[in-house]
Structures are given as C-alpha cells and as structure tokens.
T-cell receptor, first 117, second 109 residues
Framework: GAVVSQHPSRVICKSGTSVKIECRSL??????MFWYRQFPKQSLMLMAT?????????EQGVEKDKFLINHASLTLSTLTVTSAHPEDSSFYIC?????????????FGPGTRLTVL | GQNIDQPTEMTATEGAIVQINCTYQ??????LFWYQQHAGEAPTFLSY??LDGLEEKGRFSSFLSRSKGYSYLLLKELQMKDSASYLC??????????WGAGTKLIIKP
C-alpha cells in the first residue's frame, strides 16, 4: 500500500520558536495533502488542504499565518508552526491523496508529537 | 516490521451486528485507536484501548488482546449512517500511529 512518512516523529521546543514538520509520500505522487491536529482522545481536526503548486486552503479558525503550509512537490508538504506556544502542543498528522476530490482515499502518516514548553 | 491487517470490505444488513477484526504487529505498544471515516470527511475518533478487554460505548464496542496482537470493533443495531470506512491504528513505542488500510463497511437495507 501507499506509504506516507512524517519527520520528525517527536519534537520538544521552547515557546516562541518555530517548528517545521515534513510529510512525504514515499511511493506515489500525492496531488493533495491534508494536515490534521489531534488532541488526546479526540477526533482528527482538519487544519488545511494543500494541492501541489498552489496555496493551501485553511479550515475556519486555523490561522494561516501561524501554520504555514508549503506543498512544494508531489511528494512533499511541510507544516511550519510559527512562534509556537504551549497550547499548540498536539499530535499533528498528515495524509496524502492521489486525487483532487475529497472522496479520494487518503493515506495517513504516523504523526508528529509536538510539545511546546 | 510493523504491520496491520484488517478486511478490505464488509457488508452487513441494517439492524444487524458486525465485527471488524484487526491484527497488528508493532514495535512496542501504547494503545490502539479505532476511527470512523465517511468519504470526504476527517476520521472520527471511536475508541482507544490500552488494556485487554472490552470497552463498550453505546452501539460501538472495542476489544483488545495485547498478547494476541488483536482487536475488534463491534457495531450493533446497524444503521445506514454506519456505512463508512473503519480504521484500526495501534500506537507504537514512539507514540507513532500505525495505520491500517481501513475496512469499508457497506450497510444494506
């Protein structure tokens, strides 16, 4: 099956610093990548959808200037949490899709656990 | 290596009971999640098991046997809205989610 990787798997940073998380589709070209955030025992909350070569579409309530998304190629998307604060501590999960439709199958990455001190 | 195995697709009748099995092999274990995902939507958290046994939550129950590397999701009194994909995702020693391919559940009247 299709494999999606994320790096780093865990990161601890000080408040005010920026953190970059990479999401890669290893064996397929992902037209669309999704970024989710999950708090403990809660559902994944979609943050944004990005298509290669175009600006990401952010969900309501997600600050696009704080969560910078770059989908530079068909196999790589990055999420940068700028000026991170403790409330940004969460589990960030990306997924990748071959197609452009919301109903296309998504392949999920293993997640990145961010802890902001 | 790490591996998840669950059926690709299942069909059940409205009002019936269905059990979706999941076997897993992970490097370490920090619990197992079940998610429901309707087409075009984000996965919805259903359950989290970290100890052996059955956890019941309304019409949905989840079972875990750590020694067997086995879990199942039991859905009772099936409704048409239960038609969705069900994702089994154990968490390894690094707190990474290992995703299964999901089981597409089709409910027929």
């Amino acid at each position: 099956g299709a494999v999606v990787s994320q790096h780093p798997s865990r990161v601890i940073c000080k408040s005010g610093t920026s953190v970059k998380i990479e999401c890669r589709s290893l064996d397929f070209q992902a037209t669309t990548m999704f970024w989710y955030r999950q708090f403990p025992k809660q559902s994944l909350m979609l943050m944004a959808t990005s298509n290669e070569g175009s600006k990401a579409t952010y969900e309501q309530g997600v600050e696009k200037d704080k969560f910078l998304i770059n989908h530079a190629s068909l196999t790589l998307s990055t999420l940068t949490v700028t000026s991170a604060h403790p409330e940004d501590s969460s589990f960030y999960i990306c997924s990748a899709s071959l197609g452009t439709s919301d109903s296309d199958e998504q392949f999920f990455g293993p997640g990145t656990r961010l802890t902001v001190l | 290596g790490q591996n998840i195995d669950q059926p690709t697709e299942m069909t059940a009748t409205e009002g019936a009971i269905v059990q979706i099995n999941c076997t897993y092999q992970t490097s370490g274990f920090n619990g197992l999640f079940w998610y429901q995902q309707h087409a075009g939507e984000a996965p919805t958290f259903l359950s989290y098991n970290v100890l052996d046994g059955l956890e019941e939550k309304g019409r949905f129950s989840s079972f875990l046997s750590r020694s067997k590397g086995y879990s199942y999701l039991l859905l009772k009194e099936l409704q048409m809205k239960d038609s969705a994909s069900y994702l089994c995702a154990p968490m390894d020693s690094n707190y990474q989610l290992i995703w299964g391919a999901g089981t597409k559940l089709i409910i027929k009247p």
